[in-house]
């Protein structure tokens, strides 16, 4: 018996990948993006606290009420931008619920998707498994910048969705007010939809300043914003994160994500809800990061990578082509094999997958870790 799938071609996540190599080889894993550190312990008491309350059934489908009431706040006091808890805010099963929810709501068979690359690997299988056309813009080097005379040239009347993301991963890069007003310029008067990631909106270096898409009024009346609550708060295993937009279109997000997740955990929901009401628990990030980008990159000055500092993000991309001729992919297995520290290969993100020799860490690591990652890195 033979079975067809709608993803035939589909490969192993890369993340997965050498997250695997890693373990194997017990290696250091600078690969995938997430923080070796604990959450805040007032945080993870929150939690056991809601539990122990008897907040261990399903919370409402969209997301406590609670909760959705403080991002709502959230968004009132970082961008004097306003929306509805009852109507415009869905609490998910971490951002990526959130990025596949709307997609598989708007995305139809022969509806075509603009993305940048390199793109952050969920996007593409979401637009495909609903029958719909990536179309691709790669990213200018070395800054990773919008080439906007591009964007242009590839909006069709097919174009349904563009799918932004700021602070960008895995480049490091951000989107300027320049950016926002282009692109409010070019879907203006339009169906299209946009799909902004900003799941590390709270991770901004160097005093520059997130340009969220709810900035922007006309733009904000076609997007969809995603964020992550794991990105945050140092606890990705806990998958919780949010979707918000105009309520036109977040009611066709939650008919899928009711009969996709339905709701997600509850007794973490309250928790946060409650942590959020503090700005100051998430407004010290940037400068948090920002030491630790610094560190990193201070500890491997002295090696043959080369880099540019990230803007945004807690991850470091590093061109390593004085160092080897190799294919990225090939010379990232072997970092891990043979130097026991786990990275990831750019290309596999980029369009028809070009190697440029960049891969990319995560800083989002112990000073003993980021330490012992640059005596590697300088070693090689």
């Not at 709307?102 to 998707?113: H, L, M, S, Y």
């Not at 998958?239 to 939650?254: A, I, M, S």
């Not at 369009?351 to 440029?356: M, S």
């Not at 891969?359 to 890195?377: D, G, N, Q, Y």
Request: glycine share 4%; hydrophobic share 40%.
């Amino acid at each position: 018996m033979q079975y067809t799938s709608k993803l035939p071609k589909l490969e192993t996540t890369i993340f997965t990948v050498m997250s695997a190599l890693a373990n194997k080889h017990n290696a250091i894993n600078l690969s995938q993006g997430f923080p070796n550190f604990d959450s805040d312990p007032k945080l993870i008491d929150l939690v056991a606290k809601a539990m122990k309350s008897g907040h261990n059934q399903y919370a409402p489908m969209l997301g406590a009420l609670e909760l959705r009431k403080a991002i709502a706040g959230k968004f009132e006091l970082l961008y004097e931008s306003s929306y509805n808890p009852e109507n415009e805010i869905v609490i998910t099963a971490g951002a990526s619920q959130a990025i596949f929810s709307a997609i598989c709501a708007f995305v139809k068979e022969g509806d075509e998707v603009i993305l940048f690359r390199p793109a952050y690997d969920i996007y593409e299988p979401a637009v495909n498994l609903n029958g719909g056309k990536v179309i691709s813009v790669q990213l200018k080097r070395p800054n990773y910048e919008i080439d906007w005379e591009e964007v242009e040239q590839r909006i069709s009347s097919k174009t349904r969705m563009i799918i932004t993301n700021t602070p960008h991963n895995p480049a490091g890069s951000v989107i300027t007010i320049a950016d926002m007003l282009k692109l409010e310029e070019l879907t203006n008067g339009t169906d299209i939809i946009v799909l902004s990631d900003e799941v590390y909106e709270h991770i901004i270096f160097d005093g520059e300043k997130h340009q969220s898409a709810c900035l922007f009024s006309n733009l904000k009346e076609r997007t969809l914003i995603t964020a992550s609550f794991g990105k945050t708060f140092h606890n990705t295993g806990w998958k919780t994160g949010y979707c918000c937009g105009p309520k036109d279109l977040l009611v066709e997000v939650v008919k899928v994500h009711q009969f996709s997740v339905f709701s997600v955990n509850h007794p973490v929901q309250l928790a946060l809800a409650e942590y959020i009401k503090t700005p100051e628990n998430y407004m010290y990030l940037s400068e948090f990061y920002q030491e630790k980008r610094d560190l990193f990159l201070d500890l491997i000055k002295s090696s043959r990578f080369k880099y540019s500092p990230s803007k945004g993000t807690y991850f470091q991309l590093l061109d390593f082509s004085e160092i080897t001729d190799e294919n990225d992919v090939d010379f990232a297995i072997r970092l891990t094999r043979d130097h026991r520290i786990a990275t990831i290969p750019i290309s596999v993100f980029n369009q028809n997958k070009e190697d440029h020799k960049m891969l990319r860490v995560c800083f989002a690591k112990t000073k003993e870790t980021l330490k012992h990652s640059s005596e590697i890195l300088c070693s090689i």
